[in-house]
């Protein structure tokens, strides 16, 4: 089994950064594609980024495409998410996901493994 520990979230400012952290233990070496959902109160969980597992491959969600950052740091099996010029709408709990998947996807089901989430509030 995987776990995922997400840390970073809180509230911030519409327009500030925050980075958010995923460590990964356990049997990581099955995993080869890590990344982020959030989910709004009432509503889906919705794919915003992931990365490879060399890092040579990112793919974003248009709502997040050039504000938010994805790295990955495989000897400390930990991905990092930079969230800049937030927005209120970005207000969501962030999940932090591991597929064993050789490609990025933006499919719940593709993913194995899932953190417990972390709140964002970014306020107006």
């Known amino acids: 089994q995987v776990q995922l520990v997400e840390s970073g979230g809180g509230l911030v400012q519409a327009g500030g950064s925050l980075r958010l952290s995923c460590a990964a233990s356990g049997r990581t070496f099955s995993i080869y594609v890590m990344g982020w959902f959030r989910q709004a109160p009432g509503k889906e969980r919705e794919f915003v980024t992931g990365i490879i597992r060399n890092g040579g491959r990112t793919y974003y969600a248009d709502s997040v495409k050039g504000r938010f950052t994805i790295s990955r740091d495989n000897a400390k099996n930990t991905v990092y998410l930079q969230m800049n010029s937030l927005k209120p709408e970005d207000t969501a709990v962030y999940y932090c996901?591991?597929?064993?998947?050789?490609?990025?996807?933006?499919?719940?089901?593709?993913?194995?493994?899932w953190g417990q989430g972390t709140q964002v509030t970014v306020s107006s």
């Open positions: 996901a591991a597929s064993s998947r050789v490609g990025v996807s933006g499919i719940k089901s593709d993913y194995d493994y």
